[in-house]
């Protein structure tokens, strides 16, 4: 597919800011910073195509489909990041958000030479989940040029998957392959090329909004708390203990009973409530 746009790569553009190394490290600082008041607003604009990806993904999910991330170099690392969080933020197994991030778990720490550049490889990595039309992929590429990301992404559409893209460049080849659009246009990086920052924040704040979402959608969230949390640390523990507390008005000592019995604030409640 061929994308109607004309592509200018925004990312690689020059930036706004030049003899870097001859700034005081205030003056830098604040320039980062005034660039980074950028993001949240390029990410605003694109809350229309964000909110069809989530309730996409629910819809499918809901049928027993999963959340795959696919990304190289920062991209890959923040959709495993993003997918990481799930079980001990919201308690689903770990089988339901899949981040895949080319040249595998080597990648997270160091670059693997040229494994970006495999169209075929991400869609080989898809088929050893036996994925299926109730999956939804989503391509993370700030460039929106990374061939991994953009074989995966023309695979699962020809296939029936629900495809979506985020990227910081309008009309990327990235985007031309999927069904949804997130396009965060966050400008040139303080370091020409650097899309570890600008765009690598913009990124992150839309895989923060599609997972949260998703989770509350599904049911993992109650009131405002995350009642489905692995009791993985005493600081979970305690989170945990002080939500049972303020939902059922019980003495800490016997909330905290509770919860370590039943292991989940969800359940320790509904049990309780049920007696």
């Known amino acids: 597919m061929v994308s109607d746009m004309t ?4 990312t690689e553009q020059p930036s706004l800011y030049n003899d870097l190394e001859n700034k005081p490290v205030s003056e ?3 320039d980062i910073n005034r660039e980074d008041q950028k993001v949240a607003l390029a990410v605003q604009q694109t809350i229309p195509e964000i909110e069809k990806l989530v309730n996409g993904i629910v819809e499918r999910m ?6 795959f991330y696919i990304g190289a170099g920062t991209s890959g690392r923040l959709g495993v990041l ?8 919201y308690g689903m197994p770990d089988t339901y958000v899949i981040g ?10 160091r670059p693997v030479e040229s494994a970006e550049d495999d169209e075929e490889q991400a869609w080989k990595e898809l088929q050893a989940y036996k994925i299926n039309r109730h999956d939804t992929v989503v391509g993370i590429a700030a460039s929106g040029t990374t061939p991994y990301v953009i ?6 559409r020809e296939a029936g998957l629900l495809t979506g893209a985020i990227s910081c460049n309008p009309g990327s080849p990235v985007s031309a392959e999927a069904e949804i659009r997130i396009e965060p246009v966050v400008g040139p990086e303080y370091v020409t090329g650097s899309t570890r920052m600008k765009s690598g924040t913009a990124q992150k704040l ?3 909004m599609i997972s949260t979402a998703v989770m509350i959608k599904l049911g993992r969230v109650k009131g405002n708390k995350m009642v489905n949390m692995q009791l993985t640390n005493r600081k979970l523990v305690d989170r945990g203990v002080r939500m049972i507390v303020d939902e059922l008005g019980l003495p800490y000592d016997q909330a905290r009973n509770l919860l370590l019995l039943h292991r989940s604030v969800k359940a320790a409640i509904e049990v309780y409530k049920n007696q």
């Open 7 to 10: 592509f200018i790569n925004i």
């Open 82 to 89: 993003d997918a990481s969080e799930i079980p001990p933020t």
């Open 151 to 156: 074989g995966a992404l023309r695979r699962a």
């Open 206 to 208: 839309v895989l923060n």
């Open 100 to 109: 895949l991030i080319a040249g595998g778990d080597t990648a997270l720490r």
């Open 62 to 67: 809901k049928r027993g489909g999963r959340l």
């Open 28 to 30: 830098i600082l604040t």
